[in-house]
């Protein structure tokens, strides 16, 4: 039996915290036994962790250097001696390597890039970092790329494409989305999901919208999530007028049943992120417009690259959105073949073995 300790900085939604349940809940007990720790805060799959008879700790982490939160995770990893250490995102993997004080326990680490962000110094020491783990893990081939370029070696190296559930049993009781925000019930709604942050293209969602409203009266911008950049927002759809038309709804614990609802998603990224809301955009077999990155465009089926625009075009955003609009047999057949695309490659099946055999790999 495998112990692995999988370490996340919080369980607020998130594609790392969401790719971890998945693998976490569907790792076989037979060969795993997965314990979650949370550095900081809890977040809405604590729950779905618990239910699944997963062991979870929450450290409490607040400040950047908490010396009773490292002691605590410490502790933890005295007490529970994984097999490995699995460090989602850089800070899991930053406070998880001195933890270890010596011992000499595998470790692997998946969401560590951004090194071309950092100031010089502190991009050296992540390679550094980054060099001496069992395993790096990319979820896209471009992602790969990028470690390759920063020195990671091919043999340290491992490609594991994210997931997505596929919701096969009846649909979801939702309270209506138009009803709560005071709409029309045939208003027509487009949203964007996650973390509000300007590099996820909120304000370019909000401009593209002031573009559309002169073909429809009725369209609407639904923003789901929080983020630090919510005020920035915020004050912009005041300048363009547009706080009638642009409405944030927060964080939701299952993003699922207002996802229904939607008659597109927009994914406008300014960095290279967004893979798991496509996914779960596919999954719902909702129409889509996003940016054209590397490691987005690797999940969209080759019919479907229409639907990808140049990151920050703001009216080609809204061109893109005026067409699917405009036509719902198109929506349908996008709608239609993402969620065949999504269920034929990106299975949490395929998710669980991929992560198996690379546990297997440094727990010999």
């Not at 900085?9 to 349940?21: D, F, H, I, V």
């Not at 250097?65 to 460090?87: E, N, Y």
Request: proline share 6%; charged share 20%.
């Amino acid at each position: 039996m495998l112990k692995i300790l999988l370490v996340i900085p919080s369980l607020e939604y998130s594609g790392a915290a969401k790719q971890l349940t998945l693998l976490a809940t569907h790792l076989p007990r037979d060969r795993f036994e997965p314990v979650v720790c949370v550095l900081g805060t809890a977040g809405p799959w604590l729950e779905k962790l618990q239910k699944a008879g997963v062991a979870c700790e929450v450290l409490g982490w607040t400040r950047l250097i908490d010396p009773r939160a490292f002691l605590r995770l410490r502790q933890l990893i005295q007490r529970r001696q994984p097999t490995a250490i699995h460090a989602w995102t850089w800070p899991a993997l930053r406070a998880s390597w001195p933890a270890l004080g010596g011992m000499k326990i595998a470790v692997l680490a998946s969401g560590c890039l951004g090194i071309e962000e950092q100031p010089f110094l502190a991009g050296v020491f992540r390679r550094w970092m980054l060099g001496r783990v069992a395993k790096v893990i990319a979820s896209t081939a471009a992602e790969a790329a990028r470690f390759r370029m920063i020195g990671i070696s091919q043999g340290n190296l491992v490609t594991i494409p994210p997931a997505v559930e596929m919701n096969t049993g009846p649909p979801q009781e939702a309270t209506s989305v138009r009803q709560q925000l005071g709409l029309q019930r045939n208003a027509r709604l487009i949203g964007c999901i996650g973390p509000l942050t300007m590099a996820k293209g909120g304000r370019e969602a909000i401009w593209a919208l002031d573009i559309l409203h002169y073909l429809y009266d009725d369209l609407h911008l639904v923003l789901i999530g929080e983020g630090p950049d919510r005020g920035r927002l915020e004050r912009f759809a005041r300048v363009t007028e547009a706080t009638r038309r642009v409405h944030f709804v927060g964080p939701q614990k299952d993003v699922a049943p207002l996802l229904s609802q939607l008659d597109l998603v927009w994914i406008p990224s300014l960095r290279d992120v967004g893979t798991n809301v496509l996914l779960e955009t596919m999954a719902a077999g909702k129409p889509f417009v996003a940016s054209r990155w590397p490691g987005l465009s690797e999940f969209v089926p080759k019919d479907a690259q229409e639907c990808l625009v140049n990151p920050g075009d703001k009216a080609d955003l809204a061109r893109r959105a005026h067409r699917l609009l405009g036509d719902p047999e198109r929506c349908n057949r996008l709608g239609d073949m993402g969620q065949r695309h999504v269920r034929d490659c990106f299975s949490v099946t395929a998710l669980s073995k991929s992560f198996a055999d690379a546990y297997a790999s440094v727990g010999r």
